[in-house]
Each structure stands twice: as structure tokens, then as C-alpha cells.
Nanobody
Framework: VQLQASGGGLVQTGGSLRLSCAPS????????MAWYRQAPGKQRELVTS???????NYADSVKGRFTISREKAKNTVDLQMNSLKPEDTGVYYC????????WGQGTQVTVSS
């Protein structure tokens, strides 16, 4: 499975961004899709995930602000990020788990204060 992530950019505190992850297969054929992020000097951390059954999981730090969704028409898994904070800054990666794990390239998100 190949993954193509897009949608990063520079935004001010309180702003919004929408990331998309496009896999090379149907999003509904993948067991788990997830978004991770890595801030400078920190370890990569799980932001959110969604299973093939539609169950979602969020890191405490993003609950109520971020929403993961599967977009059937686009065949993407999107991450809507609202009320962004400087601490949300980092490289965001999408991951697919289908037996084994596949990673997409990162997309930079920078939130200015």
C-alpha cells in the first residue's frame, strides 16, 4: 500500500487545516488508518486512528479539536484540525495497517503564535 499525504501548511493559532491521506487501495480495505505527528526533537506520536469498522481514537491533546474521517468519494482519510495551537506544529504522517504497516511521507504543519 502506498500512501500520499497532503494538506499541510502554515496557519496562525486558532486556525484550521485539513490533511488528506490517499492510499493506493480502497480505504475500506484497510484495517486501520492513522495519523501520527512528530515535533522537532520529540518522538513520533499517535494523533488519531480509524478502523475499517469506523471506530475512532484520539490523543487527549487533540480531542474536541481534530476529526478523522473516511471520504468515500475521494478515497482518502482526512484529518480536520481546528483551533490549532503552536504545540500542534510538526510533521504529520499517515499510516495504514493491513497485516503490516505502511507509512506515507510526512506533511509539515506549522502553527504560528
Amino acid at each position: 500500500v502506498q500512501l500520499q499525504a497532503s494538506g499541510g501548511g502554515l496557519v496562525q493559532t486558532g486556525g484550521s487545516l485539513r490533511l488528506s491521506c490517499a492510499p493506493s487501495t480502497s480505504i475500506f480495505a484497510i484495517d486501520v488508518m492513522a495519523w501520527y505527528r512528530q515535533a522537532p526533537g520529540k518522538q513520533r506520536e499517535l494523533v488519531t486512528s480509524i478502523t475499517s469498522g469506523g471506530s475512532t481514537n484520539y490523543a487527549d491533546s487533540v480531542k474536541g479539536r481534530f476529526t478523522i474521517s473516511r471520504e468515500k468519494a475521494k478515497n482518502t482519510v482526512d484529518l480536520q484540525m481546528n483551533s490549532l495551537k503552536p504545540e500542534d506544529t510538526g510533521v504529520y504522517y499517515c499510516k495504514a495497517k493491513q497485516g503490516i504497516e505502511y507509512w506515507g511521507q510526512g506533511t509539515q504543519v506549522t502553527v504560528s503564535s
